[in-house]
Structure formats: C-alpha cells, structure tokens
C-alpha cells in the first residue's frame, strides 16, 4: 500500500514538515486512476473513449493488458485474467488509487483481479446495472448496450448481476458504422451517434418500460449525450462509473461561507 501523505489532496498552499519516499519501483505520480485496456483496439479513439487521456478531467494512467484479444475476453480465457492480475499490478506499483476496466467483458475476472492488488478494482460498466435497478421502478427494465451474441448470464453474474429478467439488450455491435469500425478501422463519429441514437429511439419505442440505460463497451461514452438527447432516460457507462470511484479514492475539503 502506498503511504497515506503521498495519497492525501493537497492544493498546494501548505506542505506537511516532512520527508517523502516513494514506494520501490514507482516512477510517476498523480494518476489516480488506472485504466485496463484491450491490446487490440486499432481505431481512432475519441474524447469520451476510455482510451482517450483528454475524456476525463483528473489524470489517469492507461495500462494495455497485453496479448488481451477482444475473442479471448468474451470467451473468459484464463490467460487474459492473468495478463490482467500482472497490469492491475504494474498500476499499483505507480501509485494509481483506483483500477477501472475499459472493456466491460473483462468483468468475467472482477473477483480475482480485485483479490490480487490493494487498491479498489472494478473492471465492468455491467457492475452498475445492480445499483441503477434500485433507483427505478420495480416494474421499469434497464437497456444494456452491447454485444448481445457475447452477453452471458456468467458475465452478468460476475458483474453482479446474477437476475437479468428485467435486462433488454441492445445490439450496438450490430450497427453499421461498428462494422466499419471493425473492418477498416477508422471511426465516423457523426454516423456512429446517428445510428446510435436511432437504435436506442426504436428500442424505447418497442419498450416504454425501460428507465435507464447502461453500456458496456469503451467507445459508447462518446455518443452518450445524442442518445440521451433521443431518448431522455439516465445512462450509464464505464466514464460514469470511472468518475465514481474517482470520487471515492480523491476527496478534496469543501470551500466556503459558514
């Protein structure tokens, strides 16, 4: 564990009296959070991807889990989880407070990845789906945005989620714009949150009784406010549960008038 001073907020006007040493084997400071990604992601990764330093106002530091596929992942192979035990570590070595995972498949390996460091772990979006239930109705369902062919009823419950009977998937992976995504590698933005957009449109359509959605891939954050402003129910994705934890492991004093 990191020593507290070297965690503890400090804004600069007043310095502890005294000496600091760093961990052995920490090189870099200030990145709170540390982001597990997928080693084959080739595309151009926009404001709001995990991927990208600038989606998020606090510092993060990214950490690619080497020789992780996105197949290997869905298909829960156990040498991903170990590759993701050796990042998850390699990130706390350099003083991250918090891990967080940019692929929601990695939740298959959420107990043993959170067994294997000292700082809080969580690896999938899915993992709100169990919070965002108790804010609805009991009657209203939750719309999860995903690869439905590769959602399974272990991913769910490693997320903790082990009732899905009020989870609609959503087949973003089936728009045409991922397609593209995936075979050319290059990504158009506008097309993506059009398509997006209109997907989620006709699901509520077909389904009024869903009250929130939650996403499980790293590139939905981007076009989260045009389905949003379709669709107008709360959403969820892996920057809204990044931000979170954020605000768990940094707490800053509150300024004001008494």
Same mark, same amino acid.
Request: net charge negative.
């Given at each position: 564990?990191?020593?507290?001073?070297?965690?503890?907020?400090? #804004?600069?006007?007043? =310095?502890?009296?005294?000496?600091?040493?760093?961990?052995?084997?920490?090189?870099?400071?200030?990145?709170?959070?540390?982001?597990?990604?997928?080693?084959?992601? *080739? =595309?151009?990764?926009?404001?709001?991807?995990? $991927? +990208?330093?600038? !989606?998020? &106002?606090?510092?993060?530091?990214?950490?690619?889990?080497?020789?992780?596929?996105?197949?290997?992942?869905?298909?829960?192979?156990?040498? @991903?989880?170990?590759?993701?035990?050796?990042?998850?570590?390699?990130?706390?070595?350099?003083?991250?407070?918090?891990?967080?995972?940019?692929?929601?498949?990695?939740? *298959?390996?959420? !107990?043993?990845?959170?067994?294997?460091?000292? @700082?809080?772990? !969580?690896?999938?979006?899915?993992?709100?789906?169990? =919070?965002?239930?108790?804010?609805?109705?009991?009657?209203?369902?939750?719309?999860?945005?995903?690869?439905?062919?590769?959602? !399974?009823? &272990?991913?769910?419950?490693?997320?903790? %989620?082990?009732?899905?009977?009020?989870?609609?998937?959503?087949?973003?992976?089936?728009?045409?714009? %991922?397609?593209?995504?995936? &075979?050319?590698?290059?990504? +158009?933005?506008?097309?993506?949150?059009?398509?997006?957009?209109?997907?989620?449109? #006709?699901?509520?359509?077909? +389904?009024? #009784?869903?009250?929130?959605? /939650?996403?499980?891939?790293?590139?939905?954050?981007?076009? $989260? =406010?045009?389905?949003?402003? &379709? /669709? +107008? /129910?709360?959403?969820?994705?892996?920057?809204?549960?990044?931000?979170?934890?954020?605000?768990?492991?940094?707490?800053?004093?509150?300024?004001?008038?008494?």
């Amino acid at each position: 564990m990191s020593h507290p001073e070297i965690h503890a907020y400090r #804004d600069g006007s007043i =310095w502890p009296d005294r000496d600091f040493k760093l961990p052995s084997g920490q090189h870099t400071a200030g990145n709170a959070i540390g982001i597990l990604l997928l080693d084959d992601f *080739y =595309w151009p990764f926009m404001p709001g991807d995990m $991927a +990208n330093a600038s !989606t998020f &106002e606090f510092q993060v530091q990214h950490k690619i889990v080497t020789s992780s596929t996105l197949k290997a992942v869905k298909q829960a192979d156990p040498k @991903v989880g170990r590759a993701l035990i050796k990042a998850a570590q390699a990130l706390q070595s350099q003083g991250v407070r918090a891990i967080v995972g940019g692929c929601g498949f990695f939740g *298959y390996f959420q !107990t043993q990845v959170a067994a294997a460091v000292d @700082v809080p772990v !969580t690896l999938s979006a899915l993992e709100q789906i169990a =919070w965002v239930r108790r804010t609805l109705r009991p009657e209203q369902k939750i719309a999860v945005f995903s690869d439905v062919n590769s959602l !399974t009823p &272990e991913l769910f419950a490693a997320c903790g %989620t082990p009732d899905t009977s009020d989870i609609v998937p959503a087949h973003t992976s089936g728009l045409p714009e %991922t397609a593209r995504q995936r &075979e050319l590698g290059c990504i +158009n933005p506008y097309r993506y949150a059009q398509q997006v957009a209109e997907l989620a449109h #006709d699901l509520l359509a077909d +389904n009024p #009784d869903i009250g929130a959605i /939650v996403a499980e891939y790293t590139e939905f954050p981007t076009f $989260a =406010w045009a389905v949003q402003h &379709e /669709v +107008n /129910v709360p959403i969820y994705d892996c920057t809204t549960l990044t931000r979170w934890v954020y605000s768990g492991v940094v707490r800053h004093p509150f300024p004001g008038l008494i």
